[in-house]
């Protein structure tokens, strides 16, 4: 159990490129900790330099009260869970779980108690004696979550752990990784791309993107005050709209194009009128709307149906979305009773819901 | 694919027929062989049957041998080629293990100019390299005196501290001399490499998160990797090193080194009479034996370490 400490930390790859522009980061005792961005945004480099499988050029990673940066991986007292599981495959499950033990010396029986111990946690009891090929996935999954917590480390390091897995082993082994880790108490680092994995386990996330943490805080933080388009947009599914407006004269309501006008939240009042904008709107918080004035006029174009409630895609006249729908906004229904493709409805916006960013910066306002 | 056309078949098993029997005939003449008189092989028609004699020919190769060539009996020769081979076998795998084992796992300077360098050897066989080979195997200090001559000096002692040193050490007759020109070998480093690239980085990074320091790693978790790869390149080299021919004609002249690919050679170049083909099928059978045991006892790993892919 420990404390990880992560201060001014930058990594630049000897061609040159900066990876990671310099991260602090504090994750106290038993906190589960999720880096979450796209692919290229330094997540997975920053894991491996708490690893100690990437040397830090700058900045010190302090794991409990020792500055790690010069150790090697094995006298950092760390585990790692990777991607592929990389389980050594001569080896039966039990030497596999054992051999970092073994290597550090400790005595057969204690070796057996541990390994017991930590099968009967993941239900690989009658599974000790096997070879990996002979596990399927996610007991291979196990296998090195078991691997990992044998050594009673201080902080254990997930680098993506169930991308490998299909969809509904995923879910199941990711309840499986948030019950076990808050059983052991262990200071957790998690990696990952996905994310729902990252809003679902953390119990806080840092928002990676280009080397930089754009945001870190509780998945409901980030949901709900989102610093940047790109937060905005990372965090959520189906993703958050995005339209470019302007502050209106009054101050009080934004104009998204000649017929469509919405209200300004109340905090985003101290806005200067005619500054441009990009307005945030989730597609859970545009709803139907009788108001002909202070409405959008949506085009559904698309439906999908989820179950419980549906997905609307659809353009609004003279509002050019960007972000991800490929110019189009997305609308979330509740049930499954739609107006059929092709019809026009109007929208409103909660103004309570609506964030607004830079337009140039993208930050928020 | 399934295919039913009954002449298809035919035709493919009359092709597999002659084919056989074109590699058979061969085996089963020095076998029949083996077991007659010289007299009866001289006289047509040859035999196609075992005759009565294999029980004597065999001792005869195995105990005493040929008198008039060298008289060294067929075991001495056995063993000395089986020391070759393994030698040339083991020496190799070691070698080329640990080379690629350095080549892919360490960064150090020159790195890929040593893996370069140690690839072109390739183009350079036995056969090729033979002339200086031999000369440094006569007198391991060839290269220096040379060298020395370059800078002026003559002779072949020198004087250190009073100490007077002769730079003769002749490596001629002997198993080092027999098998430690051929044990370098950048085929074996070269599969070796290929096979450690395919070992998941992940696997080493677990180890090292597992505290296996690297020669840790390479006894615990890349040696038995390799296993099968090992098994298969065993085959192969324990095969080139008993049909070594060319390189221990030329390095021993003492009969006591001599291999039994040699030995064959010297029985059937006698003179004045006529060889004693009887002697020398018997021979001949007894040298194919070892590594037909050998092919057999590890076909099963031979042919995993060929085709397997997983991991």
Same mark, same amino acid.
């Given at each position: 159990m420990a404390e990880l400490r992560i201060s001014g930390v930058e990594k630049v790859y000897p061609n040159g490129f900066k990876a990671i522009h310099g991260i602090d980061l504090d994750v106290p005792d038993g906190e589960f900790i999720v880096l979450v961005g796209p692919s290229g945004c330094g997540k997975s480099t920053l894991l491996r330099m708490i690893a100690g499988l990437e040397t830090v050029s700058s900045g010190t990673i302090q794991i409990g009260d020792r500055v790690v940066n010069e150790l090697e991986p094995a006298d950092r007292d760390i585990a790692m869970v990777f991607q592929n599981y990389a389980l050594y495959p001569h080896m039966s499950v039990y030497q596999n779980m054992s051999y970092g033990l073994r290597n550090r010396g400790y005595p057969k029986d204690a070796i057996e108690e541990r390994v017991q111990k930590a099968a009967g946690i993941l239900q690989l009891d009658g599974l000790l004696d096997r070879r990996p090929r002979q596990l399927s996935g996610g007991q291979r999954q196990r296998v090195a979550m078991g691997r990992a917590i044998v050594r009673e480390p201080s902080a254990f390091l997930f680098d993506e752990p169930l991308s490998n897995l299909d969809a509904k082993l995923r879910v199941q082994m990711r309840v499986e990784i948030k019950q076990l880790q808050r059983r052991l108490g262990t200071t957790s680092v998690y990696v990952t791309h996905d994310q729902i994995e990252a809003m679902t386990m953390a119990d806080r996330l840092v928002v990676m993107n280009a080397g930089v943490a754009e945001q870190v805080g509780t998945p409901i933080e980030l949901y709900e005050r989102p610093s940047s388009v790109f937060v905005g947009g990372f965090i959520g599914s189906p993703s958050m709209n995005f339209m470019p407006a302007t502050v209106e004269p009054d101050g009080r309501h934004l104009r998204l194009s000649d017929e469509a006008r919405l209200a300004l939240p109340v905090e985003g009042r101290r806005v200067e009128p005619g500054r441009p904008v990009t307005v945030g709107v989730r597609p859970e918080h545009l709803t139907l709307s009788a108001d002909a004035d202070s409405a959008l006029a949506f085009k559904i174009v698309l439906i999908e149906h989820l179950g419980a409630d549906t997905l609307l895609y659809g353009s609004a006249s003279s509002v050019e979305a960007t972000g991800e729908g490929g110019g189009l906004l997305t609308v979330r229904w509740s049930g499954h009773h739609t107006p059929p493709a092709g019809e026009v409805i109007r929208l409103a916006a909660d103004p309570a819901h609506l964030h607004l960013f830079d337009a140039a910066t993208g930050r928020r306002i | 694919m399934v295919e039913n056309r009954p002449w298809l078949t035919v035709v493919s098993h009359l092709v597999l027929i002659v084919g056989i029997a074109i590699v058979v005939l061969p085996l089963w003449v020095a076998l029949v062989a083996s077991t007659h008189t010289g007299r009866d092989l001289l006289s047509a028609p040859i035999p196609m049957w075992f005759g009565s004699h294999g029980v004597d020919n065999y001792r005869q190769m195995l105990t005493s041998g040929m008198e008039h060539v060298s008289g060294q009996p067929l075991t001495l020769m056995l063993f000395n080629s089986l020391v070759m081979a393994l030698s040339i076998a083991i020496g190799k795998i070691v070698i080329s293990l640990t080379a690629a084992f350095a080549i892919c796992y360490f960064r150090f300077p020159l790195r890929m100019t040593c893996f370069w360098i140690i690839f072109i050897t390739l183009m350079l066989p036995v056969e090729v390299r033979i002339l200086p080979t031999y000369e440094v195997i006569a007198n391991v200090f060839t290269p220096l005196t040379r060298l020395l001559e370059l800078f002026g000096f003559e002779g072949d002692e020198i004087v250190i501290a009073?100490?007077?040193?002769?730079?003769? +050490?002749?490596?001629?007759?002997?198993?080092?001399?027999?098998?430690?020109?051929?044990?370098?070998?950048?085929?074996?480093?070269?599969?070796?490499?290929? +096979?450690?690239?395919?070992?998941?980085?992940?696997?080493?990074?677990?180890?090292?998160?597992?505290?296996?320091?690297?020669?840790?790693?390479?006894?615990?978790?890349?040696?038995?990797?390799?296993?099968?790869?090992?098994?298969?390149?065993?085959v192969i080299l324990f095969i080139y090193g008993w049909n070594q021919y060319l390189w221990p004609l030329l390095i021993t002249t003492d009969p006591s080194y001599v291999t039994v690919v040699m030995g064959i050679q010297r029985m059937v170049n006698v003179a004045d009479t006529e060889p004693q083909w009887h002697l020398v099928m018997t021979a001949a059978v007894l040298a194919m034996l070892p590594p037909v045991l050998v092919v057999i006892g590890m076909q099963r790993l031979f042919v995993k370490g060929l085709v397997e892919t997983e991991k």
């Open positions: - | 009073g100490l007077s040193i002769r730079l003769d +050490f002749s490596m001629l007759d002997s198993y080092t001399g027999l098998t430690l020109p051929l044990i370098a070998s950048a085929t074996a480093t070269f599969l070796f490499r290929q +096979f450690f690239l395919t070992v998941p980085d992940e696997l080493t990074e677990a180890a090292r998160i597992d505290g296996a320091g690297p020669m840790k790693f390479f006894r615990d978790i890349l040696l038995p990797l390799s296993r099968t790869n090992i098994a298969a390149l065993f």
